[in-house]
C-alpha cells in the first residue's frame, strides 16, 4: 500500500484533481493510472474542454464509447498536438 500512496503522491493536487474528475465524468475509475498521466501531460484545458464536448455528445452520434472517443482525442492530440494531421 505505501508504493501505491508514494506513486499518487508523485503527483500535484491540480493533477490527482483532475485525474478524479476524469474518473468520475467518465465513469472509469479503473483507468486512474491513465488519467493521472493525462493530467500531468496534456494542458488541462485542453482535457477539461474534450471532456466537455465528449460528455455533452448524445449517445447515438458515438459509434464507440464516451471513454474511446475520449481516449482517441487525446492519444491524437498527444501524438500529433494541435495540427493533426487529417484538420
Known sequence: ????????????????????ELAERLNDHGALAQWLK??????HTFLRGTLNR?????????TTTKVRLFVSIIENHLR????????
Do not use: F
Open 80 to 87: 500529433y498536438g494541435n495540427g493533426h494531421p487529417r484538420d
Open 1 to 20: 500500500m505505501e508504493s501505491i500512496n508514494h506513486y499518487i503522491n508523485t503527483y500535484t493536487p491540480a493533477e490527482r484533481e483532475l485525474a478524479n
Open 54 to 62: 465528449v460528455c455533452a455528445m448524445p449517445d447515438y452520434k458515438i
Open 38 to 43: 493525462y493530467a500531468r501531460n496534456v494542458p
